[in-house]
């Protein structure tokens, strides 16, 4: 029901940006939260960044004043900019969704439950 196709990831040195594209394709209209993880070699998956269609923004501690999620409904793409990187940013970071789905301000990244997930890419930050 829901595709998702990251791209965009790369090597960058720290304090550099890098911008991920998610491609969506959905065969429904319902609503959408999406969001982006991240996960570290010998790390638990942890949510970065979500928004739904309604606009609302959640982001994870880590991310805030560095990241942005945005998106383009013309394109159907997701975005995260990422500004200010790290190397403990170094991570596989993966677009997410759930459909039907609103979320509520101030909540965790993770607690809207993606059940869709794109295969990921790969983010390398050197100090």
């Known amino acids: 029901q829901v595709q998702l196709a990251e791209s965009g990831g790369g090597s960058v040195q720290a304090g550099g940006s890098l911008r991920l594209s998610c491609a969506v394709s959905?065969?429904?209209?319902?609503?959408?939260?999406m969001g982006w993880f991240r996960q570290a070699p010998g790390k638990e998956r942890e949510g970065v960044a979500s928004?739904?269609?309604?606009?609302?923004?959640n982001y994870a501690a880590s991310a805030k004043g560095r990241f942005t999620i945005s998106k383009d409904n013309a394109k159907n793409t997701l975005y995260l900019q990422m500004n200010s990187l790290k190397p403990e940013d170094t991570a596989m970071y993966y677009c997410?969704?759930?459909?039907?789905?609103?979320?509520?301000?101030?909540?965790?990244?993770?607690?809207?439950?993606?059940?869709?997930w794109g295969p990921g890419t790969q983010v390398t930050v050197s100090s």
């Open positions: 928004t739904d269609s309604g606009g609302i923004t």
């Open positions: 997410a969704a759930r459909l039907n789905c609103a979320l509520i301000p101030g909540s965790p990244v993770v607690a809207f439950g993606a059940n869709y």
């Open positions: 959905a065969d429904t209209d319902r609503r959408l939260c």
